[in-house]
């Protein structure tokens, strides 16, 4: 047996062969032999080294070096360099993608940064980086030159809604909180955001803290707080542990606490932890869960601004919302003004997520279209496959198909087409997904996070998930769709807080959007897209299938059986519809039928 | 006070019988006990601290907070977060929200029954691993994500499980 040194394991999967992996590898074989390396060098085919994002790519063994992006010119110097000279070829290595670029990378024309701006950018646990951003200059000015009105003023006159979710406006809360009687007062920040597909909150803790602090304190001297909250969830322990080093530095430099820059104005902050239950972003529940009660909401009015925290006037806002403030005071509410439409000013984060090609945090000024969003800063569908919908406005909110792809986003355009803007979180779709499975997967979110206080939500949400699994599960019937209409009516009138009355939301805009869909669940027993288990099947394709044996290694129920190199079948009462075997195939062997 | 919760007779496994824990607990308890609101951020420490709110601490907690046990029983009830019984050495919980579910994690799920043996909710019998499903963790971009520990790991396809879930399943301690 002969003896290789270094084995080379090169990445041929559809994508990467797609992208010339075989070129890259004849290359690399040319090179060996040209150089003399081809006795102690042994080339090898592998699948899935990377994830294929930046293939042609390889892996060399013993040392687990790990280059891609190559193409065949690159050959010859990689040889050199890592064969011959045995230094590792930097240019070449896969960077170990860190979290933070991935989700925040360089902003694309059409986008302008106001809340981001900071991350990625400095230090979030150094608060000398944001002091050089201009940090603190805002509450600075505020504390000398402006009084209490004027704050509010300034931030009615720049037009800020609330960035939570329902856009009201943030200048008309502070206003009645200031003139609510009371004392002491509270400045609430909510970070839950709970919205699945959503994390534009989280990003902007853990990248620039002190904006969020600036504008919290900001917002306490307007209204007259001496003591704020951060409500933040618990999946979120970065963001805790940031906010609290963040905290504790502007405490050691006289910005929060007593007499704040030698003010007579004294605030002090701190950060609760809730524990993992959605209905906690809903601003009562949140008060309840920081009063050490179950989240349970309360129904409204007395507001918060009257009657909220510990039973005190309150003020609660959104992290964005928060985090907006200090630029607004700083650059002025005209600056603010002149970006957005005319009722939705300003710029908005939004989690691009799904089956959209650059996933990842945006910042756009109100007015774009969703498909400028979806395309020019998206990218487009991943794998040049076509656009089914777009979810916006999480749990709460619905799918728009491409008919709305010209909709400018602001918060009144969404809410007339029938979805909502939601905190932000923006999931893509493509042509594989099903939507009445998507409708089924969002009640069953909400059916389990309903607190269960009133019975419209508990029991109405649960009988519009039985309605919509019967239809997944092809056993529908086509007066269902009237049950399924009618009781979204009622859930939607009769529930005590935004969850319940918002649930019906997904289900309302899929059966207007995509009826077509429901149909075909329920008169011929088919799901379109090849989602509903019930309704499909895995099948092997005799001929294309080289008898690899991939497949059913990685069967979880040990579904498919056939020898090495012939054909495999799979037996469809043991199959349970996973899907696995035609993700590991490598051959594009199995279909669904 | 109630002092005959402090010289009640704790069975094996309970956190209040075991001094060093006990110190834990009470020094937690003691830390928040004149905060507003003490109830959650007591609750919250707990169980990052011992992993789990047994029943006894919960009427610990009642008591030296001065409070019903019904109160501090329907918070902890209440929140996710919060378990009663004893988790496994090791986490792994695959994420459900939106952009993991349309991105693959039920097909995730399926290859970790096969090769924990044990469904989502259940602990392996060696009382290694917690298998779970939770709530989006906020990395959606990279979805579908598994969060093993605090590790969160992203773009995970079902061939690369065996590969991910050996240094927890090896590390059995
Ligand atoms: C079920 C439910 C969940 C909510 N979740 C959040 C959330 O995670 N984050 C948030 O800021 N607002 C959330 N809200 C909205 C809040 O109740 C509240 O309107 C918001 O915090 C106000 O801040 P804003 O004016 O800055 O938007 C939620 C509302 C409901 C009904
Ligand atoms: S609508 Fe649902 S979540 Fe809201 S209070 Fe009623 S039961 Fe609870
Ligand atoms: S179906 Fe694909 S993975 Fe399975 S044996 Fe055939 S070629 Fe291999
Ligand atoms: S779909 Fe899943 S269960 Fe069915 S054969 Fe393929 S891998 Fe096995
Ligand atoms: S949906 Fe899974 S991390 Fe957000």
């Not at chain 1, 989280?202 to 990248?207: L, M, P």
Request: glycine share 10%; with cysteine.
């Amino acid at each position: 047996m002969k003896y290789y040194r270094s084995h080379v394991l090169v990445c041929v999967d559809p994508s990467c062969l797609k992208k010339g992996a075989h070129d890259v590898m004849d290359a690399l074989q040319d090179e060996l032999v040209a150089q003399g390396l081809i006795d102690e060098v042994q080339v090898l085919e592998t699948s899935r080294i990377g994830g294929c994002d930046d293939g042609p790519e390889l892996m060399v063994y013993p040392e687990g070096v790990h280059y891609s992006s190559l193409t065949p010119d690159d050959m010859a110097y990689l040889v050199e360099e890592h064969f011959l000279k045995g230094r590792v070829a930097q240019k070449f290595v896969t960077e170990e993608k860190s979290f933070i670029d991935e989700e925040l990378s360089a902003p694309t024309s059409k986008e302008i940064r106001v809340v981001l701006r900071n991350c990625g950018k400095i230090d979030p646990e150094n608060i000398e980086d944001y002091l050089a951003e201009d940090g603190y200059q805002a509450l600075g000015k505020v504390l000398t030159e402006l009084s209490p009105e004027q704050v509010i003023d300034e931030v009615l006159r720049s037009g800020l809604r609330g960035r939570g979710g329902a856009g009201f406006p943030t200048g008309k809360k502070w206003q009645f909180a200031r003139s609510s009687k009371g004392s002491p007062k509270y400045v609430i920040c909510n970070a839950d955001e709970g919205d699945p597909g959503a994390f534009m909150n989280r990003r902007v803790i853990e990248g620039d803290p002190h904006a969020v602090i600036e504008g919290m304190i900001i917002a306490a001297y307007a209204i007259g707080a001496s003591q704020g909250y951060v409500y933040c969830r618990a999946e979120y322990p970065i963001a805790v542990k940031t906010l609290r080093i963040a905290i504790e530095q502007a405490r050691n430099l006289g910005l929060l606490g007593k007499n704040i820059l030698g003010s007579d104005f004294s605030f002090d902050l701190e950060v609760r932890m809730g524990a993992g239950a959605f209905v906690c972003g809903e601003e009562t529940a949140l008060m309840a869960s920081i009063e050490g009660q179950r989240g349970e909401p309360r129904p409204r009015p007395p507001f918060p601004a009257v009657k909220g925290l510990f039973g005190k006037p309150s003020n609660i806002n959104n992290v964005e919302t928060y985090a907006n403030i200090p630029q607004i005071i700083f650059r002025g509410a005209d600056w603010y003004a002149s970006m957005g439409t005319e009722k939705s000013k300003g710029t908005k984060t939004f989690a691009l997520a799904g089956d959209v090609r650059h996933t990842g945090l945006i910042e756009i000024p109100f007015g774009l279209t969703l498909r400028e969003i979806v395309y020019d800063v998206g990218g487009g569908i991943k794998d040049d496959k076509k656009f089914k919908a777009i979810q916006t406005g999480g749990p709460m909110g619905g799918c728009l198909p491409e008919a709305y792809l010209d909709l400018p986003v602001d918060y009144e355009a969404l809410t007339q087409a029938g979805s909502m803007m939601g905190s932000g979180g923006l999931v893509i779709m493509d042509e594989e997904t099903c939507m009445v499975d998507i409708a089924r997967f969002f009640m069953d979110f909400t059916q389990d996070e309903s607190c269960g206080k009133c019975t419209p939500c508990r029991v109405g949400t649960r009988r519009l998930l039985e309605i919509l699994e019967r239809i997944c599960n092809g056993k529908g019937e086509i007066q269902d769709l009237d049950t399924l209409e009618q009781l979204c009516s009622e859930i939607k009138q009769d529930s005590l807080c935004g969850l319940g009355q918002g649930a019906p939301t997904p289900v309302i805009s899929t059966l207007k959007h995509f009826r077509d869909e429901y149909i075909e669940h329920i008169v011929n027993k088919r799901c379109p897209a090849k989602v509903c288990k019930a309704l499909i099947r895995y099948e092997i394709i005799d001929g294309v299938c080289t008898g690899c044996t991939v497949c059913a290694r990685n069967c979880p129920v040990n579904a498919i059986s056939g020898e090495r190199r012939t054909t495999h079948v799979i037996d469809p009462e043991v199959c349970i519809r996973c899907g696995i075997c035609m993700q590991v195939c490598n051959f594009n062997a199995i279909e669904i039928n | 006070m109630n002092s005959s919760t402090f010289t009640k007779i704790y069975p094996k496994n309970e956190p209040l019988g075991d001094e060093a824990k006990k110190a834990v607990i009470d020094t937690i308890i003691e830390q928040h006990m004149d905060t507003p609101g003490a109830t959650m951020v007591v609750l919250n420490e707990l169980q990052s601290a011992i992993g789990f709110i047994s029943e006894n601490m919960q009427e610990y907690v009642a008591n030296r907070l001065h409070i019903p046990y019904s109160r501090v029983h329907g918070v902890v009830s209440f929140y996710s977060f919060f378990t009663t019984t004893p988790r496994g050495k090791h986490t792994v919980k695959f994420c459900m929200g939106t952009a993991c579910y349309v991105g693959g994690t039920p097909a995730l799920i399926e290859k970790t029954k096969q090769l924990l043996g044990v469904e989502p909710g259940e602990t392996t019998k060696d009382g290694n691993i917690t298998f779970e499903v939770c709530r989006c963790v906020g990395a959606c971009s990279q979805a579908p994500v598994v969060v093993i520990d605090e590790d969160v790991i992203g773009r995970v396809r079902p061939n690369k499980l065996p590969q991910i879930l050996k240094p927890v399943q090896d590390n059995v301690e």
